[in-house]
């Protein structure tokens, strides 16, 4: 069959792949005042509600953030975990300003 200017086998002109490559999570707080380090979730961890509050929140993320300000202001976008109940009441516990995902889908009609 010809698919460009030359005629080639088809086996040629696909090419396929029989794995994919692992994906990387990770997890990381920014400001002007500095940045954490970069948590990265092991390999196989499924990331629920629980496992984002208890680890990437409770344990890594905002006692780092803590060291830089006492005052700041939390803001993520609207991933599941991020939404969950619990989630949002944790931070609007733990964190002095929090910007609630839910709030962060809201559009103006004009």
């Known amino acids: ?3 460009t200017n030359r005629c080639l086998p088809l086996p040629y002109l ?3 792949r029989s794995t994919f490559m692992q994906s990387v ?3 990381v707080a920014v400001s ?3 940045q954490t380090i ?3 979730v ?3 961890i499924k990331v629920n509600g629980k496992y984002y509050r208890d680890v990437l929140l409770t344990r890594d993320l905002l ?3 803590k060291q830089y300000s006492e005052y700041f202001t939390f803001q993520q976008d609207g991933a599941p975990v991020h939404r969950a109940r619990e989630t949002v009441d944790l931070l609007k ?3 002095p300003d929090f910007i609630s995902p839910l709030l962060c889908h809201l559009t103006v009609q004009t």
């Open 93 to 95: 516990c733990e964190t």
């Open 14 to 16: 696909l090419r396929t």
């Open 25 to 27: 999570m990770a997890s």
């Open 38 to 40: 970069i948590h990265f």
């Open 1 to 3: 069959m010809c698919y």
């Open 42 to 44: 092991d390999l196989g």
């Open 63 to 65: 006692p780092e953030i």
């Open 32 to 34: 002007a005042l500095g």
